[in-house]
């Protein structure tokens, strides 16, 4: 070490420089400062001089003598070389060398001078001291250190306690107990003090002892006493046991501290003149008995929440209650006072918040404050820091509060000034006090308006950023909520006044951040804190007691109980609650009543609860069978719309929710929406509506309210603004709608996957009821400017929005509505002109205006060549208009008016009731009364502008560019069906609609056609339909069905309602419609055979749907036959046909599908109700009989006696197609063709016939034809000479006649040409008959040889195939039961009077026509080229060969005639027979071994082919695709044919009759 210092050149040149480098060296050392580094470099210089002179390198005196004046350079210098010394005689002791030994002993002897003796007596060595002569003895020396270092350390002073003077203690007290009140200071009395230990010999420690005592008797003189203590002594340790001895002497097992004890602690811990980690050990219970013990309070806590949660037995009750009472003597031996706490306390008392904070973060959390002193030491600190901020931000006005002394001690924290002094400490302190805040009520209400003033200053501040400094304060003040003030909340007993408070905090929070509150107070803060957990239990067990005795009858007294346990506890009992109503939907009526003594804060946690429970994730919203939505959540759907409406709950969450769940393709909770816009809007949505809530719904506001509802729903004014409210403010209108459309047409393929086919269309159901109900709601409370601003147009719904078309337009309809009526009176206003024609032109100017970009905007939703029939025009006016447009239910007003009238009365005979609640009650239906006049008059007004401007626009409404059948069909497609399912009204409308445009006598629209279209082919639209589709498709049909009876019903409605209507017309000219060509038209008789082919075709169809099996199929065509059911069936076979199906399904489903079963049964008791109402065939239409005044009507729809009279069905369908069908060039030609034909006399009725595709079933078309030819030659000319005015095609002429020798001559006949199920057959002999058209004339001629060869066979049998005929028709179809047995015997009486009509062929016609109708829709080019190629051959052999036979007719009919009369008294016979069979029952089983309605036109259409040529290969071919949907087995065919062979027989013999009738005529 010394080498690096000292270098060795030194000593060796010592006198020549060394001596002075040394010196220089030492005195560049000691100028430095004197860090440690250069005190270790001078002890390092020295040590190595000192070692030189040790070995002998350097002389002692010289060492010295330089030593010397070293000593000089620095004050420490001696005490430096005394440490030096102290080491070299440690190092030099442990020297063998003695010379060593002998130079340090010289060396430190020559440097005494410098070092003095007392420093060298402390360091070295005594043996050294001795022999450096600086003591004499070294033993002795050493014996001496021990004693006083014994007396130093470990002996105890001890003072004669005789000598101290008591009179010295006694004076002290009385100088510190002496009136501190004047100018007395503590520095004064501590000269005293002094002054009496002095004089009287006192104990210093005994006198501090009684400093302290006094100070603890006169605790509120902190001021005299700290100082005091202070300048007494300053020895922490000494003051510190002394105040852990006062302690540890009250810590006996009953001892008690005092406070004021406490409070001196305090103070001095305050004024830090004792450390708390010196104090606090002094202090019990241990930390760990603390943390204990708080374990052991939660499980407590859990335990008792179990036992109140637990079914108890009695007997357990009694050993339950001896434990507690064991427990509580155990609780009674009082456990030492906590001093932990009670130091606290008094820290929290003086405002020392930094050792208070500290002593709780020792302990578990809110240990400390579940203390109540502690809690309201705490509280009265907060009490303190909030007071001036308070005084400026939170004295609510009016309010004056008691002003609050603050604290004098300035070591106290300083009060809040503003909000941001808040964060400083007061929100420390809170958190700190939890849910103890309970306990202040009055800080609780504080801090809660402080945090609403706070709220108003942050949503009022503009500036961000300010607002972005001001977040941390808000997320402060959302924490305390959480933390502090719902907790503190469900501690108070029922504080209603606190919960309404913290309402007027928590609403100016967005509904997100309250709901987070809500959500971590129910399910988090209840299991932190073990006072919590026994209220949650309690609050569980009260709710049980409450829920198990409510009932509608105690509702009051029950709702004060809920409310009370509401006010503190809501999340708990709700939660509760609603539970239980999901399992017991009867509860919710109750329920809602008892909620209305809840607060605001309590309604709008109910609103959470509900989303909660709704939005819970582990229950399932389908039932176990996946078919229908579970009952726990219709049960809360429920309840959210009566509480919604009754209360005033804030719905935005509740709304976002059901928004949410749809955006991620859930529609289940749509179920919600709809009940809370029924309940608070009032808005209902069911299509079991009756006929005249329905008639009542396309009236004005008023009268949907009053009649239009099951419900009378009053006062939801003010629920519905808040609804809308809502809606508006959150922006969910029409978000919501669009969400809906969307999930309807999605909702097949996002949900449907694996559910059930029912649960899928359910919601479907669901999701359009509610969009309707939703739309309804929006059209009627939305202001116009609301609507408008929110709505877009048709197009941008459409196309960017993809909302369905039928959605879009049900949007923005109430649109196009509110802006017409506002343009309209901005039109009136502009000119003041009060005629009725003014207005009406104003009106159209102002829909002109708002809906030609309607009309273009219409034009992009579909192709081009869809324009080619409709105009946008036509199709905007279709979509916008509503049944409120096009008439006025003048019925539902009165009846509406009359109920009011009968109230009124009724209030004038109730004799009870007070004057002035009579005079209320006749006021207000007064009122209402004028309100519904008034509403009527103003719809009435509005309808007549509306169809005057449908009059002014129809010409343009149809252009029928391609061909009539075309723009029927787009019709149907784009407007009709899309709408006819959207609403029970919109159903009407369609009907209505069709009415409407067919009355405006609207240019290339075939009423005819359209109707045709409707009711022929309903299979694919009823199973295409869902459950509620199918009611509102069946009231649509129903509608229209009205309508068609309306007409069939009289002739005189008929012929002012259709008669000159250009939808009537049965042939299309190129020029249109001249409206005065009376043969165009379809006269009423052939209108009357039409609609019963439309009713045959509605039965062949529901039949078909009953056969499939198909749950779908059976369920739509039963809701649609009991909503046409008024209007179908009309005809008796008919309806015995319907009625053996559904007695089949009855049978079948009863086990299976029970909802089936139900649905059968009930219409099936419905029908046989209607049975009365039904009419055999032959009264609903006159089927014809050859007669000689036979028109060329019946010549023209078929061939003479064996073609259907009125195949005008299919004239009417089968026309219309083909003449739409062909361009307006080519139907030109056939109109000249026709006028051509027409002067011939003889093609007419043929042109017509093979225009339709519509002749005879089988291959016997040629010869049908001869012989229809010869007849219209004969007719015709007597017809000429008659009635010059006739026109070939002549359907409307000679009716009257006509149907005056039908009325003498036609009787009940039979119909099995009626039941409706063998299209595959027809379809075949369709085939043939195009056939027989093309081998000519050869059939022509045959036909007749072989129906005259076997006319003698054919009378033998014909009593046996009359009979066969009368029973065969529907009997043979329906499975006889003995129920309907004598009313079918009847049946066949009446039957067997009568002749066999040329009807029997006419359900062939009508199903041929069918078939064309359904192939020209997809072919209608290619049937109008064949129709048209047969209409020429037609012409050319009519005109060739009309002489012959007509003479070979007049033969014919003459022999038929003859032969006709033996067959009458053939048959009264065989009646006679049949009467008696039928009494004795033989013929039941005859008849009733066929099963389906597919037998009956079996043999209808084997008896035609009988007649023909076919060979019986033929049939054979023919009967194998026969096979009926029930799965019939092959046996039963040749059982079919043997019947059929038969029933041919008797049909030719019908003809022959028929024949030689006309010629005896």
């Known amino acids: 070490m010394a080498a690096l210092i000292l270098p060795s050149d030194w000593i060796k040149n010592w006198d020549k420089s060394g001596k002075n480098e040394f010196l220089q060296f030492f005195q560049d050392l000691a100028g430095k400062p004197s860090g440690q580094e250069f005190v270790k470099d001078l002890q390092s210089g020295l040590y190595e001089l000192c070692w030189h002179v040790i070995q002998g390198n350097l002389k002692v005196d010289v060492a010295a003598s330089l030593l010397a004046d070293v000593m000089e350079l620095r004050d420490d210098m001696p005490s430096i070389l005394a440490d030096v010394f102290c080491i070299l005689d440690i190092e030099t002791g442990c020297l063998e060398e003695k010379h060593k030994r002998d130079h340090f002993t010289q060396l430190v002897g020559a440097c005494l001078i410098c070092v003095p003796d007392g420093v060298l007596k402390e360091r070295l060595d005594p043996e050294t001291l001795e022999s450096l002569g600086l003591i004499k003895q070294a033993q002795q020396f050493n014996q001496k250190i021990v004693k006083i270092k014994t007396k130093l350390f470990y002996k105890q002073q001890k003072f004669n306690l005789l000598r101290e003077e008591n009179e010295g203690y006694a004076k002290l007290i009385t100088e510190l107990g002496q009136d501190l009140s004047g100018n007395l200071t503590s520095h004064i009395v501590l000269e005293s003090i002094k002054s009496l230990i002095g004089c009287f010999n006192l104990d210093p420690n005994r006198v501090l002892d009684i400093i302290l005592e006094v100070y603890e008797c006169r605790s509120d003189h902190d001021e005299f006493f700290i100082p005091l203590i202070k300048s007494y002594m300053c020895e922490h340790q000494t003051l510190c046991h002394m105040l852990g001895f006062k302690f540890k002497f009250h810590q006996e097992p009953n001892g008690e501290t005092p406070s004021s004890l406490y409070h001196i602690a305090a103070a001095l811990l305050q004024h830090n003149l004792i450390a708390l980690e010196d104090l606090y050990v002094h202090l019990l219970p241990l930390d760990s008995s603390i943390v204990e013990e708080h374990k052991r309070e939660i499980l407590e806590a859990k335990q008792i929440a179990r036992k109140l949660t637990m079914v108890v037995v009695p007997s357990e009750k009694t050993e339950d209650k001896e434990k507690e009472k064991e427990k509580e003597e155990e609780k009674n031996e009082k456990p030492p006072d906590n001093q932990k706490l009670g130091l606290l306390e008094a820290l929290l008392r003086i405002g020392d918040w930094q050792h208070a904070q500290s002593i709780m973060d020792q302990m578990p959390a809110f240990y400390a404050t579940s203390h109540k002193a502690i809690a309201i030491a705490l509280c009265q600190l907060l009490h303190l820091m909030v007071e001036p901020l308070y005084r400026r931000a939170g004295v609510p006005k009016g309010a004056k509060g008691g002003l609050m002394t603050p604290l004098r001690n300035k070591q106290a924290p300083r009060p809040a000034e503003s909000f941001d002094d808040l964060s400083r400490d007061v929100f420390t302190m809170l958190c700190y006090l939890g849910p103890h805040l309970s306990h202040d009520p009055i800080l609780f209400a504080k801090i809660v308006r402080l945090g609403k003033s706070f709220m108003k200053e942050y949503q009022s501040e503009s500036r961000q950023d300010i607002k972005d400094k001001t977040d941390s304060l808000l997320s402060c003040f959302l924490s305390i909520a959480d933390q502090v003030l719902l907790p503190s909340l469900s501690l108070m007993e029922c504080n209603a006044c606190m919960s309404e408070e913290i309402w007027g905090f928590f609403k100016l929070f967005p509904y997100q951040h309250r709901y987070r509150l809500y959500g971590q107070w129910k399910n988090e803060t209840y299991g932190n804190h073990p006072l919590l957990v026994k209220i949650k239990a309690q609050t569980v067990d009260r709710a049980k007691y409450i829920m198990k005795r409510l009932t509608k009858e105690n509702v009051k007294p029950s709702g004060r109980q809920i409310g009370k346990l509401s006010h503190s506890n809501p999340t708990i009992l709700f939660d509760y609650i609603l539970s239980q109503i999901q399992w017991y939907d009867n509860l919710i009526t109750p329920v809602v ?67 949410n769940q749809l955006k991620a393709g859930k529609s289940f909770d749509l179920l919600i929406l709809k009940e809370v816009v029924q309940k608070m809007a009032g808005i209902e949505i069911t299509d079991e509506m009756t006929v005249e809530q329905l008639e009542a719904m396309t009236g004005g506001e008023q009268l949907k309210a009053e009649g239009g509802y099951f419900g009378q729903i009053r006062n939801t004014k003010k629920s519905s603004q808040r609804l809308k409210d809502a809606l508006l403010d959150h922006e969910l209108a029409l978000p919501l709608c669009l969400l809906m459309a969307q999930q309807r047409n999605g909702v097949v393929f996002s949900e449907g996957g694996e559910k059930h086919l029912k649960l899928v269309g359910k919601l479907y159901d669901q999701c359009h009821d509610t969009l309707v109900q939703f739309g309804g709601f929006l059209a009627s409370n939305l202001s116009t400017e609301d609507y408008i601003k929110r709505v877009p147009s048709v197009d941008v719904l459409c196309n960017q929005l993809h909302t369905p078309h039928d959605a879009a337009f049900f949007l923005s309809r109430p649109m196009y509505a509110h802006q017409i009526l506002s343009k309209y009176d901005e039109l009136k206003k502009a000119e003041k002109g009060n005629r009725q024609q003014q207005k009406v032109h104003k009106y159209i100017a102002a829909c002109e205006q708002i809906m030609s970009p309607v009309h273009e905007a219409v034009v992009s939703l579909h192709l081009p060549k869809v324009w080619d029939d409709l105009r946008p025009q036509f199709y905007a006016t279709f979509w916008s208009l509503t049944m409120y447009d096009l008439a006025v239910p003048h019925n539902a007003y009165d009846r509406e008016v009359n109920k009011l009238k009968m109230q009124i009365k009724a209030i004038d005979e109730n004799t009870e009731m007070p004057l002035n609640k009579k005079k209320k009650e006749k006021e207000r239906c007064t009122a209402l009364q004028d309100k519904l006049q008034e509403e009527e008059k103003k719809q009435l007004e509005h309808v007549q502008r509306v169809l005057h401007r449908l009059k002014l626009e129809k010409d343009n409404w149809l252009l029928a560019k391609s061909t009539k059948n075309e723009t029927i069909t787009k019709f149907l497609q784009l407007c009709i069906f899309p709408r006819c399912v959207f609403s029970a009204i919109d159903a009407v409308y369609c009907a209505r609609f069709v009415e409407l445009v067919h009355q405006q006598k609207t240019p290339n629209f075939c009423t005819l056609l359209c109707y045709d279209r409707v009711f022929s082919d309903i299979i694919y639209t009823v199973a295409s339909c869902t459950e509620n589709e199918s009611r509102r498709y069946g009231r649509f049909l129903c509608c229209m069905l009205e309508t068609v009876t309306r007409w069939h019903s009289d002739r005189a409605i008929y012929e002012k309602e259709c008669g000159n209507y250009p939808g009537f017309l049965t042939i299309f000219r190129a020029s249109g419609f001249d409206g005065g060509n009376k043969a165009d038209q379809l006269d009423y008789e052939n209108f009357r055979h039409v609609v019963h082919k439309w009713h045959y075709k509605l039965t062949k169809a529901s039949v078909h749907c009953l056969e499939t099996g198909e749950y779908t199929h059976i369920r739509n065509i039963l809701i649609v036959l009991t909503k046409i059911l008024p209007w179908y069936p009309k005809v008796l076979n008919l309806g015995q046909a319907l009625e053996c199906r559904v007695h089949k399904i009855c049978q079948e489903e009863k086990e299976k599908r029970p909802d089936l079963y139900a649905l059968a049964m009930g219409y099936s008791g419905q029908l046989k109700g209607r049975k009365v109402h039904m009419v055999p065939e032959n009264e ?382």
């Open 593 to 659: 009543d008892s909620l209305k003594y809840l607060t605001s804060l309590n309604y709008d946690v109910l609103a959470y609860c509900i989303i909660e429970a709704l939005a819970n994730p582990e229950k399932e919203k389908m039932k176990h069978d996946d078919t229908t939505i579970s009952s726990w959540l219709q049960s809360l759907a429920s309840l959210c719309g009566a509480v919604f409406r009754k209360y005033p709950i804030e719905l935005a969450g509740l709304l976002q929710y059901v928004t």
């Open 1180 to 1561: 609903f239409h006159h089927k014809e009989q050859p007669v000689r005044s036979a028109t060329p009507g019946n010549l023209q729809n078929g061939p003479g006696n064996t073609g259907k009279p009125a195949t005008t069905a299919a004239a009417s369908a089968g026309k219309t197609e083909e003449g739409a069908a062909e361009d307006s060039d080519k139907s030109k030609d056939k109109s000249q063709t026709a006028q051509k034909t027409a002067s011939k006399n003889s093609t007419a009725a043929n042109k017509v016939s093979s225009s339709n595709g519509s002749s005879t079933p089988n291959s016997t078309k040629g010869s049908k034809e001869k012989e229809d030819k010869e007849k219209t030659t004969k007719e015709k000319k007597e017809k000429k000479e008659k009635n010059p005015g006739s026109t070939p095609e002549a359907k409307a002429g000679g009716k009257d006649k006509q149907k005056e020798e039908r009325s003498k001559e036609e009787k009940p006949i039979d119909s099995k040409e009626k039941t409706p199920k063998a299209e595959k057959d027809k379809r075949k002999d369709d085939k043939k008959e195009e056939k027989s058209k093309i081998d000519g004339k050869s059939s022509e001629k045959e036909w007749p040889k072989e129906r005259d060869v076997s006319n003698d066979s054919k009378t033998k049998e014909s009593s046996k195939v009359e009979k066969n005929a009368g029973a065969g028709s529907l009997k043979s179809l329906v499975p006889r039961s003995e129920g309907v047995e004598s009313e079918r015997a009847e049946q066949k009486r009446r039957k067997l009077d009568t002749h066999s009509s040329p009807s029997h062929s006419s359900a062939v016609k009508d199903n041929l026509n069918d078939l064309k109708d359904s192939a020209s829709k997809h072919h209608p080019n290619h049937s109008t080229v064949v129709s048209k190629s047969k209409e020429k051959d037609d012409e050319k052999k009519e005109s060739d060969k009309s002489r012959d036979r007509s003479k070979e007719r007049e033969k014919k009919e003459d022999r038929k005639e003859r032969k006709r009369d033996y067959a009458n008294s053939d048959r009264e016979m065989s009646q006679e027979a049949k009467r008696r069979k039928d009494e004795n029952g033989t013929n039941s089983s005859k008849h009733s071994k066929s099963a389906s309605p597919s037998e009956s036109p079996h043999s209808n259409d084997k008896d035609n082919g009988k007649r023909s040529k076919s060979t019986s290969k033929d049939k054979g071919d023919l009967a194998k695709p026969e096979k009926t949907s029930g799965g019939k087995k092959e046996s039963r065919h040749d059982k079919e044919k043997s019947e059929k062979k038969r029933d041919s027989t008797g049909a030719k013999e019908e003809k022959k009759h028929h024949k030689s009738s006309e010629k005896h005529r």
